[in-house]
């Protein structure tokens, strides 16, 4: 058997109302608070007013941050900690997606140290950084439980995903509340939900899997599987599920790592603004197939333990929930153009961290036919 490190330093605390427990859990790491959030969703719900009550009854002094964008560049990050520093703060609470939990580590990292983000970005790792209190809004990143932070660097128009990685950067405790999923939009359920379901794939297919990894992927895999329909309808069960489904996933990255799903992902979030899990919803299937075209036992064990009959039958279950929930079934209906694939492939290579965690020999001309394929459109009819 492989053998692996286990750190699961993160207190977890889940369930229907738990939010109410955040007060005493940050009053215990500090007493001058950064709260970091999107731009909208955590004022329009209700839900920053609620934070910012419970913060100052534990006796927190309370700053808040509401400007993080989807996708956060490095310049967000290094205003939030402008915030942050001006007010003296001693603990970062992330409210919202990956977005904001993403930045918000960015911005305990740089509350807590004097080098720039530039400088300490993967393959460096970080430290250091303040104590950080994460509450998801969505079921998909698993950034509440990971030790990454994914943030957009912009030089001369082009973009590039680039990582802060490392176990300062896990939260010192995850808030898991359903009840703040019942405002998510069933778009943003499906998206988020196939973002889950890569990283449960693509940590159990990753070249960095553990048995211990593999038994997370293969649960949350399991749990999507059976919700992300209702879950997208509506039902505040299936939602829970789906939550506690893309905590376990994001447990199997932190200790895997995602691999060319992700990467062949990022150039249609820099490029075409889609949406990071809408993206890996679409090309998933199209790697899983080739993973099994190419002989990869490991998924068809996969299959077998989800009680499905092979590897193929996993990926036409994906495809049809994938058009069940209304994802486009081509690039081409997303806008992409043609004469992009070879920028496509190039900018997929170019993610190594990811690249190299693919089990098996790849080629560009591998990743030339599964962008020509996603791009031209998938075959299978619901
Ligand atoms: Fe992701």
């Known amino acids: 058997m492989k053998s692996f490190t286990l750190n699961l330093q993160t ?26 959030t999107g731009r909208s969703f955590a004022r329009e719900s209700g839900y920053l007013k609620t934070l910012v ?39 970062v609470v992330a409210l919202g997606g990956g977005s904001a939990m993403d930045a918000a580590k960015g911005v305990a990292f740089l509350l807590k140290s004097n080098s720039k983000l530039e400088e300490n970005l993967f393959p460096n790792e970080v430290n250091d950084a303040l104590p950080l209190i994460a509450i998801p809004t969505t079921c998909g990143t ?9 943030l957009t660097l912009v030089k001369n128009h082009a973009k590039r995903k680039v990582v802060l990685l490392g176990n300062p950067l896990l939260p010192k ?51 999507i599987l059976e919700n992300i329909i209702e ?58 197939r080739m993973e099994i075209q190419k002989g990869f036992g490991k998924l068809e064990d996969a299959a077998l333990r989800l009680g499905l009959v092979n590897g193929m039958e996993l990926v036409k279950k994906i495809e049809e929930l994938v058009d069940r929930v209304g994802i486009p079934r081509s690039l081409k209906d997303l806008g992409l153009e043609e004469d992009e694939l070879d920028a496509m492939v190039a900018d997929a290579l170019s993610y190594e961290r990811n690249v190299n965690k693919h089990p098996l020999p790849l080629t ?12 031209s459109g998938r075959r299978f009819q619901a």
């Open 11 to 36: 207190r977890i605390i889940f369930g229907r109302g738990c939010l109410s427990r955040l007060g005493g859990e940050a009053a215990s790491l500090g007493d001058r608070c950064l709260l970091v």
């Open 53 to 91: 009550e419970i913060l100052s009854e534990s006796g927190l002094k309370v700053t808040v941050f509401d400007k993080v964008e989807p996708n956060p560049s490095i310049g967000t990050v290094y205003k939030g900690a402008e915030e942050g520093s001006k007010n003296n703060c001693n603990l």
């Open 142 to 150: 698993g950034s509440e439980v990971t030790k990454y932070a994914v």
């Open 173 to 223: 405790v995850s808030i898991l509340d359903a009840n703040l999923l019942n405002h998510l939009p069933k778009e943003l359920v499906a998206y988020t939900g196939f973002d889950a379901l890569s990283h449960a794939l693509e940590a159990y297919t990753s070249k960095d899997s553990t048995p211990f990894s593999d038994l997370l992927g293969l649960e949350a895999v399991r749990i």
């Open 231 to 288: 879950a997208f309808r509506g039902s505040p069960e299936a939602r829970e599920n789906m939550l506690y489904a893309s905590m376990l996933a994001g447990m199997a990255i932190n200790f895997a790592g995602t691999e060319i799903v992700h990467a062949m992902g990022y150039y249609l979030t820099n490029y075409h603004n889609v949406h990071h899990g809408l993206a890996n919803g679409m090309l998933l299937p199209h790697v899983l």
């Open 364 to 375: 560009a001309e591998d990743l030339k036919m599964l962008f020509t394929t996603a791009f």
